[in-house]
């Protein structure tokens, strides 16, 4: 036993401290994370096997998985099942998939990453450290932007590659394969040589009683009951008027073709390198978003698995709800969803987000949301990052560890 | 102004301050049920102090409180001279301390979660990690999952991370929960020599033997209140002395002994006499309970003076004993 002062009296000179000298002076009560925290934060999420392997599958196995179908369909039988990639994939595989999956699987990341210190226990060593608890906080964020990041940057690439490199030979524009890159003459040029498909698909913007409708109406398009004899595409009123002649025809799908070329012009067998860039970058902020929120919500309420769910309920359900309907009195209410303001800033290019795929022609996305300002979504944005961190830093600063 | 220099300017007071642990007047309420009632508390430096109490008495609330893992309602306390929670990063960099029982992210190795936890502290901690995993005996599995670590491997591993701040303080709550005979040895001998090195440990404990053999100082609380702290030696004094005495003719030397003006309490019992004395009883008057029993032609097998333990002053002093449930 050693020996020990009495309480009641002076105790001796204090101890030597076995610490040097300022050992502690390591700016612990600082707020700004160290990159050790930050490090050491990333290798605890990472080593969660369970949830990384949640995580891969989702961002890159789902996609992944979907886009080899595709090609093995296509490579085995390639006249009944189109090309993996192309243009119409990439949009509905971003705005159908990736949009949510992505949100999702960082939402269950940053739920994860809020919560498990003080669910399983480490919480309170972590407090007696004497580090800042807001640091403690802030050192996730990091952490889990270093991981959610790469994996669904990891994701994106992999539909990029396939939607390339897979992408069909032929444009299909109005329903008919159409050579791509033409140039306007070469366009007239194919459709006077393939008068019948241009007369019966491409659009017409023409007057009735022009002649261009004349020869239209009495263009013979598919075939008729039985297979055999061609039907004619005539307008009411007009039974009984000669037949074009064939230089009238083609003439007349060159006019067609020169009025289309403006709209053929925008289709695309593959997303251009430019739409891919802008793509790569909103699906992540969706994602970062997704993570952030996430985070705050964990460590609001503690616990993981409610709080996922809020954030898939919020994601699946109330956004594509909230930016639908247009609801006049809330109006304002609807413009503060966070997925809205994401879904603003949407690319053109894509499809609707909410719905899936993209029309040819794409970048009619957002047309169908509740409208918004781009300054007004990225305030609500803004909004949301910093309202949730502050909740869930406020939450860690005051919780009882 | 920093918060380093803020600290700073309290850091020469704090190195002169004689207690490592001080509490005045500190309160907790949960509600309506007051867990910390008004605690007053000093704990020398470099001493082990047992801090003892019977299930609910508030020990784990009041560590709870000093840490800064809850918040006090009225009092002051401060660690190694800091006042927290005023300068409560700065002592808490030098303290160390295990609350409940040591749970860890179980996915992770041991090794990993100290690192986790080192990244916490000052750089230097890192390189502690390998030396804190060996004093507490665990560097062999240190890379094993924790999921597979037995309580008391998970109690070591807990000791660990106090070490990885070379604490001044140690605070340390039920660490021998878990551990087997030869383990709550090995930590009993680690103890005395983190004292013999000049840091203090305070022991929460309920295993009053235990605390006895390795403590220097206790302090006793019950119902949120301390009702008694001082060196252990010293609260043992004021009890009462039980003198066992094995004699031939019991019934005679109790009537011997009556005879004399030798206080205390003398009872026969089929193995001898038992004779209770007062506190302050010297050596001299065993020796003459002795002479006057011999001299009477009574044969002395064994005599016995029985110092009271620290259990049973522990009971006498706490108000579970004979409580009504």
Redesign the interface.
Known sequence: MTTVPDVSSPAPAPIPATSSVGAWRDHRGSWIPTGGMISTRFMELRKRRGLMLALILVTIGIPAVFLLIRLLLHAFAPHSYGPAGGYDVFTGLVAGVLYVFGFIVAATLGCTAGSIDLTEGMFRHLVVTGRSRLALYLARIPAGLAIIVPLVAIGFTVVCAVCVFAAPTQLKYQGVNVPVNLSSAGLQSWAAEHPDEVLCNFNLNVGPNSSIAAVVNAAPCGNGPGGGQPVFKQAPGSQGQPQPSQAQIEHAAVLIARMNYADYARQFLYPSTSLMVKTGLWIELEAAVGFIVGLGLGSLLGQRTVAVILMIVLEVILTPILSRAHIAHMINLQRSVVGLAVAHLEPSGLGFVFGGGGGPGGGQGTARLVPETTTVAVCVIVAWLVGWTILGAWRMMTRDA | M???SL??TSDRGA?????AVEAHGLTKRFGDNVALNGVEL?V?????FGYLGPNGAGKTTLI?VL????HADAGTMSLLGYHVPRH??????????I??????????TGR??L??????????A?DRIGPALERVGILQRADDRVTKYSMGMRQRLGVA?CLL????LLILDEPMNGLDPAGMHEMRDMI?SL?????TVVLSSHLLDEVE??C??VAIVDKGNIIR???IS?LLAGTSLVLQVECSEPDRARALLGATTIGGQVEVSPVGLGITLPTGTGRDVVAEINRVIVEGGISVYRLQVIQASLESWFLSVTSRLGAPE
């Open positions: 920093s918060i380093t600290l700073g190195a002169q301050s004689q207690w000093r020398p430096r470099g001493c082990a709870r840490l800064g893992l809850t409560r990063a700065a002592a808490l960099a030098r303290v160390g301390a609350v409940d029982e040591p749970r860890f992210h179980g996915h992770l990993q979660n690192q986790v936890l080192a990244a916490a502290r000052e750089p230097a890192r991370a701040g070379d604490p001044q005395v004292v013999a090195e000049g840091r053999r390795t220097d100082a702290q001082g060196p010293e």
